[in-house]
Protein backbone atom coordinates (compact mmCIF):
# COMPACT_ATOMS: atom_id res chain seq x y z
CA UNK A 1 0.00 0.00 0.00
CA UNK A 2 1.24 3.57 -0.87
CA UNK A 3 1.57 5.77 1.96
CA UNK A 4 1.06 9.81 2.50
CA UNK A 5 3.56 11.67 3.35
CA UNK A 6 2.82 14.64 5.25
CA UNK A 7 3.60 17.86 3.60
CA UNK A 8 6.29 19.50 5.34
CA UNK A 9 5.29 22.99 7.46
CA UNK A 10 7.41 25.05 5.11
CA UNK A 11 5.29 23.44 2.02
CA UNK A 12 2.19 23.19 3.51
CA UNK A 13 3.00 26.99 4.51
CA UNK A 14 3.17 27.65 0.45
CA UNK A 15 -0.13 25.96 -0.35
CA UNK A 16 -2.20 28.06 2.13
CA UNK A 17 -1.13 31.10 1.25
CA UNK A 18 -1.57 30.57 -2.42
CA UNK A 19 -4.77 29.40 -1.51
CA UNK A 20 -5.83 32.70 -0.12
CA UNK A 21 -4.31 34.50 -2.89
CA UNK A 22 -6.02 32.37 -5.29
CA UNK A 23 -9.57 32.77 -3.36
CA UNK A 24 -8.84 36.74 -3.10
CA UNK A 25 -8.31 37.40 -6.67
CA UNK A 26 -11.58 37.59 -9.04
CA UNK A 27 -12.27 34.84 -11.69
CA UNK A 28 -12.33 37.35 -14.50
CA UNK A 29 -10.32 40.49 -15.03
CA UNK A 30 -12.63 43.07 -16.93
CA UNK A 31 -10.95 45.06 -19.05
CA UNK A 32 -11.51 49.34 -19.10
CA UNK A 33 -14.42 50.98 -20.99
CA UNK A 34 -14.27 51.08 -23.28
CA UNK A 35 -12.43 47.73 -24.91
CA UNK A 36 -14.88 47.71 -28.43
CA UNK A 37 -16.86 49.85 -30.31
CA UNK A 38 -19.38 51.91 -29.13
CA UNK A 39 -22.63 52.97 -31.27
CA UNK A 40 -24.16 55.79 -31.06
CA UNK A 41 -27.76 56.07 -32.52
CA UNK A 42 -29.22 59.26 -34.11
CA UNK A 43 -32.90 58.86 -34.91
CA UNK A 44 -32.92 60.96 -37.62
CA UNK A 45 -31.42 61.26 -41.36
CA UNK A 46 -27.80 62.00 -41.79
CA UNK A 47 -27.22 66.13 -41.99
CA UNK A 48 -29.21 67.48 -39.10
CA UNK A 49 -28.29 69.05 -35.92
CA UNK A 50 -28.34 65.58 -33.87
CA UNK A 51 -26.51 63.69 -36.70
CA UNK A 52 -23.97 66.69 -37.00
CA UNK A 53 -23.51 66.57 -33.28
CA UNK A 54 -23.14 62.83 -33.27
CA UNK A 55 -20.42 62.33 -35.82
CA UNK A 56 -17.86 65.25 -34.48
CA UNK A 57 -18.79 63.52 -30.82
CA UNK A 58 -18.00 60.16 -32.01
CA UNK A 59 -14.66 61.34 -33.75
CA UNK A 60 -13.49 62.67 -30.80
CA UNK A 61 -14.58 60.80 -28.41
CA UNK A 62 -12.63 57.54 -30.76
CA UNK A 63 -9.26 59.94 -30.27
CA UNK A 64 -9.48 60.37 -26.40
CA UNK A 65 -10.94 56.97 -25.21
CA UNK A 66 -8.60 55.14 -27.84
CA UNK A 67 -11.44 53.24 -29.53
CA UNK A 68 -14.42 53.07 -32.39
CA UNK A 69 -17.43 55.25 -31.91
CA UNK A 70 -19.72 54.44 -34.86
CA UNK A 71 -22.82 56.63 -35.55
CA UNK A 72 -26.00 54.54 -36.69
CA UNK A 73 -28.70 56.68 -38.49
CA UNK A 74 -32.22 55.38 -37.72
CA UNK A 75 -35.35 57.80 -38.90
CA UNK A 76 -38.77 57.59 -38.03
CA UNK A 77 -41.54 58.19 -35.90
CA UNK A 78 -39.92 61.03 -34.33
CA UNK A 79 -36.71 59.46 -33.43
CA UNK A 80 -38.82 56.88 -31.11
CA UNK A 81 -37.61 53.95 -33.15
CA UNK A 82 -34.32 54.79 -32.13
CA UNK A 83 -34.63 55.96 -28.78
CA UNK A 84 -36.95 52.40 -27.82
CA UNK A 85 -33.77 50.96 -29.17
CA UNK A 86 -31.28 52.28 -26.76
CA UNK A 87 -33.80 52.23 -23.76
CA UNK A 88 -34.22 48.24 -24.50
CA UNK A 89 -30.37 47.61 -25.15
CA UNK A 90 -27.88 45.66 -22.66
CA UNK A 91 -26.84 49.05 -19.94
CA UNK A 92 -23.24 48.41 -20.61
CA UNK A 93 -22.15 51.65 -22.54
CA UNK A 94 -21.88 49.86 -26.00
CA UNK A 95 -25.12 51.65 -27.28
CA UNK A 96 -25.56 55.44 -26.63
CA UNK A 97 -28.25 58.10 -28.21
CA UNK A 98 -27.85 61.41 -29.43
CA UNK A 99 -30.74 63.43 -29.52
CA UNK A 100 -32.53 66.94 -29.32
CA UNK A 101 -34.71 67.74 -26.42
CA UNK A 102 -37.89 66.28 -28.23
CA UNK A 103 -37.38 63.01 -27.87
CA UNK A 104 -37.22 62.88 -24.15
CA UNK A 105 -39.29 65.63 -23.43
CA UNK A 106 -41.79 66.53 -26.15
CA UNK A 107 -42.46 63.11 -28.13
CA UNK A 108 -43.70 61.40 -24.59
CA UNK A 109 -46.35 64.39 -24.00
CA UNK A 110 -47.86 63.81 -27.22
CA UNK A 111 -47.70 60.10 -28.44
CA UNK A 112 -47.62 56.55 -27.01
CA UNK A 113 -43.82 55.61 -26.42
CA UNK A 114 -43.15 52.26 -25.77
CA UNK A 115 -40.07 54.39 -23.57
CA UNK A 116 -40.27 56.34 -20.61
CA UNK A 117 -37.72 59.07 -20.52
CA UNK A 118 -37.63 59.78 -17.28
CA UNK A 119 -36.95 56.35 -16.40
CA UNK A 120 -35.90 54.15 -19.01
CA UNK A 121 -32.19 55.95 -19.87
CA UNK A 122 -29.65 56.96 -18.08
CA UNK A 123 -28.31 61.24 -18.46
CA UNK A 124 -24.59 61.42 -19.83
CA UNK A 125 -24.56 64.84 -20.57
CA UNK A 126 -25.64 67.35 -22.98
CA UNK A 127 -23.67 68.75 -25.81
CA UNK A 128 -25.05 71.76 -26.70
CA UNK A 129 -27.38 74.23 -27.52
CA UNK A 130 -29.37 75.45 -30.46
CA UNK A 131 -29.75 78.52 -31.47
CA UNK A 132 -33.43 79.59 -32.08
CA UNK A 133 -32.68 81.17 -35.50
CA UNK A 134 -35.73 81.69 -37.60
CA UNK A 135 -34.79 81.16 -41.51
CA UNK A 136 -36.64 81.81 -45.10
CA UNK A 137 -37.07 80.51 -48.15
CA UNK A 138 -35.35 84.04 -50.14
CA UNK A 139 -38.55 84.08 -52.28
CA UNK A 140 -40.68 85.92 -49.36
CA UNK A 141 -40.92 89.11 -49.26
CA UNK A 142 -39.96 89.78 -46.06
CA UNK A 143 -36.24 91.24 -44.92
CA UNK A 144 -36.80 90.55 -41.10
CA UNK A 145 -39.10 89.11 -38.49
CA UNK A 146 -41.22 91.62 -37.74
CA UNK A 147 -42.23 92.39 -41.80
CA UNK A 148 -42.59 88.36 -42.02
CA UNK A 149 -45.03 89.18 -39.47
CA UNK A 150 -47.22 91.48 -40.92
CA UNK A 151 -47.48 89.51 -43.97
CA UNK A 152 -48.80 86.48 -42.16
CA UNK A 153 -51.42 88.77 -40.64
CA UNK A 154 -52.60 90.30 -43.91
CA UNK A 155 -52.84 87.03 -45.64
CA UNK A 156 -54.06 84.00 -42.81
CA UNK A 157 -52.81 80.30 -43.55
CA UNK A 158 -50.47 81.73 -47.04
CA UNK A 159 -47.67 80.79 -45.61
CA UNK A 160 -46.15 77.61 -43.56
CA UNK A 161 -42.93 76.61 -41.57
CA UNK A 162 -40.91 73.33 -41.93
CA UNK A 163 -39.80 70.97 -39.13
CA UNK A 164 -37.60 68.05 -38.80
CA UNK A 165 -41.27 66.17 -37.93
CA UNK A 166 -44.16 65.87 -35.39
CA UNK A 167 -43.16 67.22 -32.07
CA UNK A 168 -39.88 67.96 -32.51
CA UNK A 169 -38.08 70.80 -31.53
CA UNK A 170 -37.99 72.31 -34.86
CA UNK A 171 -41.87 71.83 -34.82
CA UNK A 172 -42.64 73.83 -31.11
CA UNK A 173 -40.47 76.27 -31.75
CA UNK A 174 -43.00 76.98 -34.67
CA UNK A 175 -46.17 76.44 -32.41
CA UNK A 176 -44.47 78.80 -29.65
CA UNK A 177 -43.75 81.28 -32.48
CA UNK A 178 -46.93 81.22 -34.15
CA UNK A 179 -48.98 81.86 -30.79
CA UNK A 180 -46.45 84.80 -29.63
CA UNK A 181 -47.09 86.54 -33.04
CA UNK A 182 -50.67 85.90 -33.22
CA UNK A 183 -49.95 84.43 -37.22
CA UNK A 184 -51.74 81.69 -38.72
CA UNK A 185 -49.28 79.51 -40.75
CA UNK A 186 -49.31 76.08 -41.47
CA UNK A 187 -46.77 73.22 -40.06
CA UNK A 188 -45.25 71.14 -42.93
CA UNK A 189 -43.45 67.90 -41.12
CA UNK A 190 -40.51 66.41 -42.78
CA UNK A 191 -38.04 63.37 -41.78
CA UNK A 192 -34.87 65.97 -41.10
CA UNK A 193 -33.69 69.72 -42.20
CA UNK A 194 -32.12 67.78 -45.53
CA UNK A 195 -35.52 66.17 -46.40
CA UNK A 196 -36.76 69.87 -46.84
CA UNK A 197 -34.30 72.38 -47.28
CA UNK A 198 -34.81 71.89 -51.02
CA UNK A 199 -38.64 73.25 -50.62
CA UNK A 200 -37.21 75.78 -48.69
CA UNK A 201 -34.98 76.97 -50.35
CA UNK A 202 -37.52 77.20 -53.96
CA UNK A 203 -40.22 78.56 -51.21
CA UNK A 204 -42.47 75.45 -51.20
CA UNK A 205 -42.27 75.58 -47.82
CA UNK A 206 -42.08 79.64 -45.80
CA UNK A 207 -39.80 79.60 -43.17
CA UNK A 208 -37.56 76.91 -40.64
CA UNK A 209 -36.56 76.92 -36.85
CA UNK A 210 -33.84 74.72 -36.48
CA UNK A 211 -30.38 75.86 -36.32
CA UNK A 212 -28.45 74.06 -38.59
CA UNK A 213 -29.37 76.02 -41.14
CA UNK A 214 -27.22 78.93 -40.51
CA UNK A 215 -24.36 77.75 -42.80
CA UNK A 216 -26.99 77.69 -45.20
CA UNK A 217 -27.77 81.56 -44.32
CA UNK A 218 -23.90 81.55 -44.86
CA UNK A 219 -23.70 79.75 -47.78
CA UNK A 220 -26.53 82.98 -49.39
CA UNK A 221 -29.34 80.46 -50.07
CA UNK A 222 -31.53 81.44 -47.31
CA UNK A 223 -32.27 84.34 -45.64
CA UNK A 224 -32.22 84.67 -41.39
CA UNK A 225 -34.96 86.52 -40.69
CA UNK A 226 -34.32 86.83 -37.01
CA UNK A 227 -33.19 85.23 -34.30
CA UNK A 228 -35.83 83.99 -30.97
CA UNK A 229 -34.08 86.20 -28.05
CA UNK A 230 -33.61 89.47 -26.69
CA UNK A 231 -30.28 90.21 -27.35
CA UNK A 232 -28.71 90.81 -31.00
CA UNK A 233 -26.68 87.31 -32.23
CA UNK A 234 -23.12 87.91 -31.48
CA UNK A 235 -21.82 88.08 -35.98
CA UNK A 236 -24.84 89.45 -36.82
CA UNK A 237 -25.82 92.40 -35.44
CA UNK A 238 -27.89 93.58 -37.77
CA UNK A 239 -30.48 90.39 -37.51
CA UNK A 240 -33.78 91.31 -35.76
CA UNK A 241 -34.11 89.68 -32.36
CA UNK A 242 -37.60 88.57 -31.16
CA UNK A 243 -37.69 91.30 -28.55
CA UNK A 244 -37.45 94.11 -31.41
CA UNK A 245 -40.11 92.19 -33.70
CA UNK A 246 -42.77 92.91 -30.58
CA UNK A 247 -43.12 89.40 -29.51
CA UNK A 248 -41.54 87.22 -26.18
CA UNK A 249 -40.00 84.05 -27.47
CA UNK A 250 -37.95 83.81 -24.16
CA UNK A 251 -39.63 80.26 -23.00
CA UNK A 252 -37.51 78.84 -25.99
CA UNK A 253 -34.69 80.24 -25.13
CA UNK A 254 -32.82 77.36 -22.99
CA UNK A 255 -35.36 74.47 -24.25
CA UNK A 256 -33.59 74.13 -27.61
CA UNK A 257 -30.83 71.69 -26.51
CA UNK A 258 -28.73 67.71 -27.72
CA UNK A 259 -27.86 65.61 -25.24
CA UNK A 260 -26.50 62.04 -24.96
CA UNK A 261 -27.81 59.18 -23.56
CA UNK A 262 -27.94 55.44 -22.80
CA UNK A 263 -29.63 53.15 -21.05
CA UNK A 264 -31.07 53.06 -17.58
CA UNK A 265 -28.93 51.66 -15.08
CA UNK A 266 -25.43 51.76 -16.62
CA UNK A 267 -22.60 51.35 -14.59
CA UNK A 268 -21.81 54.65 -12.75
CA UNK A 269 -17.84 54.03 -14.02
CA UNK A 270 -18.81 53.73 -17.65
CA UNK A 271 -20.86 56.78 -16.98
CA UNK A 272 -17.90 58.73 -15.54
CA UNK A 273 -15.53 57.90 -18.24
CA UNK A 274 -17.97 59.34 -20.66
CA UNK A 275 -19.17 62.27 -19.13
CA UNK A 276 -15.37 63.25 -18.27
CA UNK A 277 -13.96 62.46 -21.78
CA UNK A 278 -17.12 64.86 -23.12
CA UNK A 279 -16.40 67.47 -20.65
CA UNK A 280 -12.53 67.59 -22.38
CA UNK A 281 -13.46 67.13 -25.86
CA UNK A 282 -16.29 70.10 -25.24
CA UNK A 283 -13.07 72.38 -24.27
CA UNK A 284 -11.19 72.34 -27.30
CA UNK A 285 -11.45 75.48 -28.92
CA UNK A 286 -11.78 73.14 -32.12
CA UNK A 287 -15.33 72.07 -31.26
CA UNK A 288 -16.95 75.63 -30.73
CA UNK A 289 -15.49 76.45 -34.07
CA UNK A 290 -16.53 73.54 -35.77
CA UNK A 291 -20.25 74.12 -34.54
CA UNK A 292 -20.23 77.83 -34.74
CA UNK A 293 -21.15 78.26 -38.37
CA UNK A 294 -24.08 76.06 -37.66
CA UNK A 295 -25.51 77.69 -35.16
CA UNK A 296 -25.16 75.43 -32.61
CA UNK A 297 -22.58 75.84 -29.10
CA UNK A 298 -21.32 73.41 -26.92
CA UNK A 299 -22.73 73.40 -23.88
CA UNK A 300 -22.33 70.29 -20.79
CA UNK A 301 -24.34 69.45 -18.15
CA UNK A 302 -23.86 66.02 -16.74
CA UNK A 303 -25.49 64.03 -14.04
CA UNK A 304 -28.10 65.06 -11.87
CA UNK A 305 -28.21 68.20 -13.52
CA UNK A 306 -28.75 66.97 -16.34
CA UNK A 307 -31.07 64.98 -15.34
CA UNK A 308 -33.27 67.74 -13.53
CA UNK A 309 -33.06 69.44 -16.33
CA UNK A 310 -34.92 66.68 -18.68
CA UNK A 311 -37.81 66.67 -16.10
CA UNK A 312 -38.50 70.71 -15.86
CA UNK A 313 -38.52 70.74 -19.60
CA UNK A 314 -40.91 68.10 -19.52
CA UNK A 315 -42.90 69.87 -17.39
CA UNK A 316 -42.70 72.37 -19.60
CA UNK A 317 -43.90 71.04 -22.78
CA UNK A 318 -46.25 68.97 -21.21
CA UNK A 319 -48.33 72.15 -19.61
CA UNK A 320 -47.71 73.64 -23.47
CA UNK A 321 -49.09 70.86 -25.22
CA UNK A 322 -52.35 70.84 -22.77
CA UNK A 323 -52.54 74.76 -23.22
CA UNK A 324 -52.33 74.54 -27.46
CA UNK A 325 -54.38 71.21 -27.49
CA UNK A 326 -51.82 69.67 -29.78
CA UNK A 327 -52.23 65.97 -30.51
CA UNK A 328 -50.87 63.52 -32.85
CA UNK A 329 -52.12 60.62 -33.57
CA UNK A 330 -50.26 57.29 -32.12
Known sequence: MMKWAKPSSALFSSM????????????TVQAAYPDRAVTIM????????????ARLYAEKLAAKLNQTFIVENKPGAGATLAASAVAHSKPDGY????????????TPNVRRTNYAPLKDFTPIATLATGLDIITSSQTIPAKNLGEFIVLAKANPGKYSFASSGLATSTHFTGEMFKEAAGIDILHVPYKSSNDYLPDLIQGRVSIAFDPVLLNQVN????????IAQDEPLEGYPEVQTSKQAGI???????????????????????????SEAIKEVSADPA????????GI??????????????????????????????????
Open 287 to 294: IAQRLEAT
Open 248 to 274: DMSPAYERIWYGIVGPADMPADVVATL
Open 16 to 27: VVTGALAAALPL
Open 95 to 106: TLMVAPTAVFTI
Open 42 to 53: VGYGAGGGADLL
Open 219 to 226: AGKLNLLG
Open 297 to 330: RPDVVTGEDFARKMRDDSDYYKNLIQRLNIQLEN
